[in-house]
């Protein structure tokens, strides 16, 4: 990994700026040529889809839907940001919202309704976390190792609470939410949660001491033990943090296709872990920032919804797909270079 | 080929030929007799073949990983098949996906010494040798479903028809779209990087060859899932502001994608599914939705396959059939079913 020309913590441009001028100036200058470079990325993409389909792609029904799509892998997204940020990697994701949407779709759940639903996605996603936390935190285990541990163990276990089947989710609350009706002001209720979790996570990164230890176990982990901080806690926090928004994003996915499946959430790991590279989070620790890596969702989604709007066909998209994540990050080490 | 095998002398086949005489066998399968629906998978409900207790038969049975509907119901087709059968033993190993494991299954199955072994193998170009290895054994294969390289491999297949069903899909939806002119038509295909996908596709455009009014505007490919269907449906009604009729390869994406539809307030069209999933039929029955047809993939081709393999161990032939023996390869006809016939499937219907 190369790193970047100054000290990882200086660089970062989402530290908490020093006090001082107004928070609205300070956040211009500070939006960085990484951020705007991923701006661009999008507004060109924007671009090719007004032009390829104005109709259909320049709809505010289609940008609700680039937003709903975004919003399960966007929330998934935000905690592995945090994982990464940390220095350490979470591969455990797509299976924690496989596991949480089938339980929580498992007819005796759906017996207690939408509270039932809904506590139950969350509690096995934070439980699952949890797991992963004490294992890599007190057990010393290495996340990749963890991480690829439960993913296994909770795909088995979905694939063994669902038998294989399909669980239709008969809750109307639960569907009504991902309906028109609910829309309030013309936003889904799901980009709203999207939204909010966006906002919680940029706060909580930049704003709070949790996110300053985030940052400094992921830049020096020894460091950071030195000036005080409990390492091992902290770790443990994060993979709870991201069992947590996977807990939320298997509500979201049960609200969304109105059932749960052992197959739900495949490939959400790589997904979020190539979200938040292209936004310049680095894989070996100490730097990341939410917005970026929000941006980088939206990417992907958009790519998705041009390449469906204009009937391009699966390879066609895998292999731009590909080229998009290897120029992005090029993009980035250019601009990086030379601020 | 089968001369030098056991089961092919000529006793054994004449008494085959009478046993099958004084019950039709197989007729389970092929008959469209309506049957008590009963909570329970479909190969217990169909008209009984013969279940006069005969020689004793040991089936191998290596079934694939139920990680979709349509494969538990499968391995649900195979077992409730065997048990009904006082004469026939089932030994299942666990199912699989990995190719590498499932050789690994098969080879402890010979080893066993069972009499027949039922084969749906995960890939099957990949299993053939697999299953040369066994028919070198002496112990006749039933592949299932996924056919192997070469017919050497196996003694009988049985599958479905996957050209078949875009045939007659393509044919209901070019005889509901009629008189209609400059009518639109559009398809969510299965996972693109299977054969039986294209094989799918290719049925649908040759069918709608026949309609000239018919046009086909638009192909996404989802995954088979109800997260891809939804998702894949989502875009394509975006794309596609105004269309007739929408043909889904899938039921179980086709939760995913029947979802979408009702998100985006659509019912201007018709929508027939694939593969005959209990909740389609439900669907289809309820008539209150897009959904008008879907047609048929079933998977009491594995109940199919175990009478196959029973017949095989016994040196028996198939009701209703001329032959001494069981044919070398059966393939499943891919029926349309709408509202009229939907009662009749109900049974079939897998979760």
């Given at each position: 990994?190369?790193?970047?020309?100054?000290?990882?913590?200086?660089?970062?441009?989402?530290?908490?700026?020093?006090?001082?001028?107004?928070?609205?100036?300070?956040?211009?200058?500070?939006?960085?040529?990484?951020?705007?470079?991923?701006?661009?990325?999008?507004?060109?993409?924007?671009?090719?889809?007004?032009?390829?389909?104005?109709?259909?792609?320049?709809?505010?029904?289609?940008?609700?839907?680039?937003?709903?799509?975004?919003?399960?892998?966007?929330?998934?997204?935000?905690?592995?940001?945090?994982?990464?940020?940390?220095?350490?990697?979470?591969?455990?994701?797509?299976?924690?919202?496989?596991?949480?949407?089938?339980?929580?779709?498992?007819?005796?759940?759906?017996?207690?309704?939408?509270?039932?639903?809904?506590?139950?996605?969350?509690?096995?996603?934070?439980?699952?976390?949890?797991?992963?936390?004490?294992?890599?935190?007190?057990?010393?285990?290495?996340?990749?190792?963890?991480?690829?541990?439960?993913?296994?163990?909770?795909?088995?276990?979905?694939?063994?609470?669902?038998?294989?089947?399909?669980?239709?989710?008969?809750?109307?609350?639960?569907?009504?939410?991902?309906?028109?009706?609910?829309?309030?002001?013309?936003?889904?209720?799901?980009?709203?949660?999207?939204?909010?979790?966006?906002?919680?996570?940029?706060?909580?990164?930049?704003?709070?001491?949790?996110?300053?230890?985030?940052?400094?176990?992921?830049?020096?982990?020894?460091?950071?033990?030195?000036?005080?901080?409990?390492?091992?806690?902290?770790?443990?926090?994060?993979?709870?943090?991201?069992?947590?928004?996977?807990?939320?994003?298997?509500?979201?996915?049960?609200v969304l296709a109105g059932s749960g499946q052992n197959t739900n959430g495949?490939?959400?790991?790589?997904?979020?872990?190539?979200?938040?590279?292209?936004?310049?989070?680095?894989?070996?620790?100490?730097?990341?920032?939410?917005?970026?890596?929000?941006?980088?969702?939206?990417?992907?989604?958009?790519?998705?919804?041009?390449?469906?709007?204009?009937?391009?066909?699966?390879?066609?998209?895998?292999?731009?797909?590909?080229?998009?994540?290897?120029?992005?990050?090029?993009?980035?080490?250019?601009?990086?270079?030379?601020? | 080929?089968?001369?030098?095998?056991?089961?092919?002398?000529?006793?054994?086949?004449?008494?085959?030929?009478?046993?099958?005489?004084?019950?039709?066998?197989?007729?389970?399968?092929?008959?469209?007799?309506?049957?008590?629906?009963?909570?329970?998978?479909?190969?217990?409900?169909?008209?009984?073949?013969?279940?006069?207790?005969?020689?004793?038969?040991?089936?191998?049975?290596?079934?694939?990983?139920?990680?979709?509907?349509?494969?538990?119901?499968?391995?649900?087709?195979?077992?409730?098949?065997?048990?009904?059968?006082?004469?026939v033993t089932l030994e299942i190993t666990e199912g699989s996906n990995d190719?590498?494991?499932?050789?690994?299954?098969?080879?402890?199955?010979?080893?066993?010494?069972?009499?027949?072994?039922?084969?749906?193998?995960?890939?099957?170009?990949?299993?053939?040798?697999?299953?040369?290895?066994?028919?070198?054994?002496?112990?006749?294969?039933?592949?299932?479903?996924?056919?192997?390289?070469?017919?050497?491999?196996?003694?009988?297949?049985?599958?479905?028809?996957?050209?078949?069903?875009?045939?007659?899909?393509?044919?209901?939806?070019?005889?509901?779209?009629?008189?209609?002119?400059?009518?639109?038509?559009?398809?969510?295909?299965?996972?693109?990087?299977?054969?039986?996908?294209?094989?799918?596709?290719?049925?649908?455009?040759?069918?709608?060859?026949?309609?000239?009014?018919?046009?086909?505007?638009?192909?996404?490919?989802?995954?088979?899932?109800?997260?891809?269907?939804?998702?894949?449906?989502?875009?394509?009604?975006?794309?596609?502001?105004?269309?007739?009729?929408?043909?889904?390869?899938?039921?179980?994406?086709?939760?995913?994608?029947?979802?979408?539809?009702?998100?985006?307030?659509?019912?201007?069209?018709?929508?027939?599914?694939?593969?005959?999933?209990?909740?389609?039929?439900?669907?289809?029955?309820?008539?209150?939705?897009?959904?008008?047809?879907?047609?048929?993939?079933?998977?009491?081709?594995?109940?199919?396959?175990?009478?196959?393999?029973?017949?095989?161990?016994?040196?028996?032939?198939?009701?209703?059939?001329?032959?001494?023996?069981?044919?070398?390869?059966?393939?499943?006809?891919?029926?349309?079913?709408?509202?009229?016939?939907?009662?009749?499937?109900?049974?079939?219907?897998?979760?």
């Amino acid at each position: 990994m190369t790193q970047p020309v100054s000290p990882p913590l200086d660089s970062s441009t989402d530290k908490v700026p020093p006090a001082g001028p107004p928070a609205w100036r300070g956040l211009l200058i500070r939006a960085d040529v990484r951020t705007l470079s991923l701006l661009g990325v999008l507004a060109v993409l924007i671009l090719i889809g007004g032009i390829t389909k104005p109709d259909e792609f320049l709809d505010t029904r289609n940008l609700q839907l680039v937003l709903t799509q975004a919003s399960v892998i966007g929330v998934v997204t935000v905690g592995m940001t945090f994982v990464i940020v940390s220095g350490g990697i979470d591969l455990s994701v797509g299976a924690i919202v496989a596991l949480a949407s089938v339980w929580a779709t498992t007819v005796a759940t759906q017996e207690y309704g939408f509270a039932g639903i809904l506590f139950t996605a969350i509690v096995v996603g934070v439980g699952c976390g949890l797991v992963n936390g004490v294992l890599i935190a007190y057990g010393a285990m290495v996340p990749f190792i963890a991480t690829l541990a439960m993913l296994a163990s909770a795909r088995g276990l979905a694939l063994q609470i669902t038998d294989g089947k399909t669980q239709i989710v008969t809750v109307p609350s639960v569907l009504d939410l991902g309906e028109r009706d609910a829309y309030v002001l013309g936003i889904p209720p799901l980009v709203m949660v999207f939204a909010v979790v966006t906002v919680i996570g940029w706060l909580v990164l930049n704003r709070t001491t949790f996110g300053r230890r985030t940052v400094a176990v992921g830049g020096n982990p020894e460091a950071a033990r030195l000036a005080g901080i409990d390492v091992r806690r902290q770790r443990l926090y994060l993979y709870l943090l991201s069992g947590l928004c996977c807990g939320i994003a298997a509500f979201l996915l049960i609200v969304l296709a109105g059932s749960g499946q052992n197959t739900n959430g495949n490939l959400y790991e790589l997904d979020a872990i190539a979200a938040a590279i292209i936004g310049g989070t680095l894989l070996t620790g100490g730097r990341g920032t939410i917005t970026g890596s929000v941006l980088g969702v939206l990417i992907f989604t958009t790519i998705t919804n041009i390449f469906a709007l204009n009937n391009l066909q699966s390879d066609v998209q895998q292999i731009a797909k590909g080229a998009i994540i290897v120029a992005a990050v090029l993009v980035q080490r250019r601009t990086a270079s030379t601020t | 080929m089968p001369e030098h095998m056991p089961f092919a002398s000529r006793r054994g086949l004449l008494f085959g030929a009478a046993a099958v005489s004084a019950g039709a066998l197989i007729t389970g399968c092929t008959s469209n007799e309506p049957s008590d629906s009963k909570d329970e998978p479909a190969g217990n409900n169909q008209p009984a073949a013969d279940d006069k207790p005969g020689k004793q038969v040991t089936i191998g049975f290596a079934g694939p990983q139920a990680d979709h509907g349509w494969l538990n119901a499968i391995n649900d087709n195979a077992k409730s098949r065997a048990e009904k059968y006082s004469d026939v033993t089932l030994e299942i190993t666990e199912g699989s996906n990995d190719t590498a494991q499932q050789i690994g299954q098969i080879e402890t199955l010979i080893n066993k010494k069972v009499d027949v072994l039922v084969v749906l193998p995960a890939d099957g170009k990949a299993l053939t040798q697999v299953g040369l290895k066994a028919m070198r054994a002496g112990i006749p294969v039933v592949n299932l479903d996924r056919i192997f390289n070469t017919p050497q491999a196996y003694r009988c297949w049985i599958g479905g028809d996957n050209y078949g069903m875009g045939l007659n899909a393509g044919h209901y939806i070019g005889e509901k779209l009629k008189g209609k002119s400059g009518a639109r038509v559009i398809e969510l295909a299965g996972l693109d990087n299977l054969e039986l996908t294209k094989q799918r596709t290719q049925g649908f455009d040759d069918a709608l060859k026949n309609y000239p009014d018919i046009k086909k505007v638009a192909r996404q490919a989802a995954e088979f899932t109800v997260e891809s269907g939804q998702a894949k449906m989502a875009q394509l009604l975006q794309a596609q502001p105004k269309f007739d009729a929408l043909w889904n390869h899938d039921d179980d994406q086709g939760v995913g994608a029947l979802r979408a539809i009702e998100q985006a307030g659509r019912d201007d069209f018709l929508m027939v599914g694939g593969a005959g999933a209990l909740s389609a039929f439900q669907a289809i029955k309820q008539d209150d939705g897009v959904l008008k047809a879907t047609v048929l993939y079933p998977p009491t081709m594995a109940a199919s396959a175990i009478d196959l393999a029973r017949a095989l161990g016994q040196s028996k032939g198939i009701g209703g059939l001329a032959e001494f023996e069981i044919p070398s390869s059966l393939t499943l006809y891919s029926a349309v079913v709408d509202k009229t016939n939907v009662d009749q499937y109900m049974s079939t219907g897998f979760k």
